[in-house]
């Protein structure tokens, strides 16, 4: 067999155009921050300072950790492209991946990058400037001897790191030469990415003492379980192990306590910028990291009835690559063999979430607690119909005319088919929390009190049974306050 006749020529990347490249790895303001804090995290650091400068004239960012910190030869590693293999073994805390977040996600935000570090009294300091790089075509790194003069350099611990991005040009908004709009638009964007922080890192946060203190311009941000699992209404299943030959898979699932057992800010803070219906879903950790934020990941729909679950599913760093984590630690996929075992986890759990919401509507349609609407099944299809043997409707209907009485349930029977359903269904999907019922007057409170007492009497419930019977009616429960001394009222009248 004949030999292939080989020759080497030198295809060197252009350093301006691959450099430039590297910007565009898909990160944001929020995944190029959380880039940089994984680096501190892995450098064993216990506080992370985020100091941000938007209302300069050139407006800059840093970050400062009291992390282990480099030595010069580690710090120009640090600053190579591609500085790791994502095949070597890992330490448990290591949370990089391909060795080019500190530099993918700090060129996808500015195009100067500096980073000053200080070990054994030693201060080192190096700066990738693009627009450097791209006149001279080169991979020259910038070394400076004199970091004193460096912006960030009195943010500089005994022992750590700062990370400093300047020119900022992919963070102005394209408000360029307005200095007020453009700091509107970054504290906007800072605004965001401290949420998702909060998120990310919330398990590195908790506790009397926690792993990390994170704090952005001196303000130190406090975590965001997304699981809830400190409020005591939240359902937790016990844990299930998958055990893989890379490591073990760690699954739990969560079942978030219903709007009405939380406050408003409650609810609302673990429903994040996108509300609960996005947030539902698979919340996948890496070595403590969230990496994935919600979603099903093809194992089931997101519905109304589902918004309340919630499953961890915690993942060492040895299994990247059956994973297939992307640069920037924001997306994976579900190896097929754990892929199975949680499409069953799903199938059984989302019934929970269900049963949650289900309980509380179960009751409206019981007929023996004298509901307002009636669910009906009519050819495969809900329908919901006035209950024309409702205490209040027969009262009334009983005091007409009988000529009369036709004309009063056909009004009702066009106010059950003229539900607005598309438009319900619109409200509940959007912002099922701020649907609520109109405000009952007193009158009509005090009518309908009075009506089902003497109903539920005729039906052979005792007096002192009647404050609980009524009770038992959703409507009257969230109104008993109102309610109760209407029926004192009528009691005492009927006793006398």
């Known amino acids: 067999m004949t030999e292939h006749i080989v020759r080497e020529v030198d295809a060197t ?35 992370v300072e985020l100091i941000a400068d938007t209302v300069a004239e050139e407006p800059w960012i840093a970050l400062a950790d009291d992390g282990s910190g480099m030595t010069e030869t580690e710090l120009v590693e640090a600053m190579r492209l591609g500085s790791k293999d994502p095949t070597d073994e890992r330490e448990a805390e290591d949370l990089g991946r391909f060795g080019l977040g500190l530099k993918s996600a700090s060129f996808s935000q500015c195009r100067s990058l500096t980073v000053l570090t200080r070990q054994d009294g030693r201060t080192s300091c190096a700066r990738w400037d693009l627009d450097r790089v791209a006149k001279r075509n080169d991979w020259c790194l910038e070394l400076i001897d004199n970091p004193e003069v460096v912006t960030g350099h009195d943010l500089l611990t005994e022992t750590g790191t700062v990370v400093i991005w300047e020119n900022l040009d992919r963070l102005s908004g394209g408000y360029t030469h307005d200095r007020a709009k453009r700091a509107e638009h970054m504290n906007s964007e800072l605004s965001r990415a401290e949420h998702h922080l909060r998120l990310v890192f919330h398990r590195f946060l908790e506790g009397a003492k926690p792993r990390l203190k994170l704090s952005l311009n001196g303000r130190q941000l406090t975590p965001n379980d997304p699981m809830a699992t400190s409020h005591a209404a939240t359902q937790k299943d016990p844990e299930e192990v998958l055990r893989l030959r890379q490591g073990d898979v760690l699954i739990r699932c969560h079942t978030l306590p219903h709007h009405k057992r939380m406050s408003r800010e409650e609810w609302e803070e673990i429903g994040g910028p ?25 194992l089931a729909r997101q519905t109304e009835l589902t918004k309340l679950c919630r499953i961890a599913v915690d993942i060492p760093n040895t299994m990247d690559a059956e994973w297939k984590i992307d640069v920037k630690k924001a997306s994976a996929q579900l190896p097929p063999v754990v892929r199975e075992r949680l499409k069953k986890v799903v199938e059984r759990f989302v019934g929970t979430s269900k049963r949650t919401y289900r309980s509380r509507g179960q009751k409206l349609v019981d007929e023996t607690r004298f509901p307002i609407w009636n669910r009906v099944q009519k050819d495969g299809q809900i329908v919901f119909r006035p209950n024309l043997e409702h205490p209040v409707f027969r009262t009334y209907s009983d005091q007409l005319p009988e000529e009369l009485r036709e004309g009063f349930e056909r009004c009702l029977r066009i106010v059950g088919s003229g539900l607005p359903i598309e438009t319900l269904h619109a409200e509940l999907v959007g912002n099922a929390e701020a649907v609520t019922a109109d405000e009952t007057s ?23 049974a009647l404050s609980d019977t009524m009770q038992s009616n959703p409507f009257l429960r969230l109104r008993w306050e109102a309610a ?13």
């Open 13 to 47: 990347p252009y350093a301006a155009s691959l450099i430039e490249g590297h910007r565009d790895f898909g990160y944001n303001l929020e995944t190029a921050l959380a880039d940089i804090i994984d680096n501190a995290i892995t450098a064993e650091a216990r506080t």
């Open 484 to 496: 109760a001394p209407i029926l004192e009222d009528f009691l005492r009248t009927r006793i006398s």
């Open 442 to 464: 007193a009158t009509d409170l005090e009518e309908l009190v009075y009506s089902l007492a003497v109903t539920l009497m005729e039906n052979g419930v005792p007096s002192e």
């Open 274 to 298: 996108e509300g609960h219906l996005k947030s539902q879903g698979l919340y996948v950790y890496r070595e403590k990291r969230l990496i994935i934020a919600g979603g099903w990941l093809g």
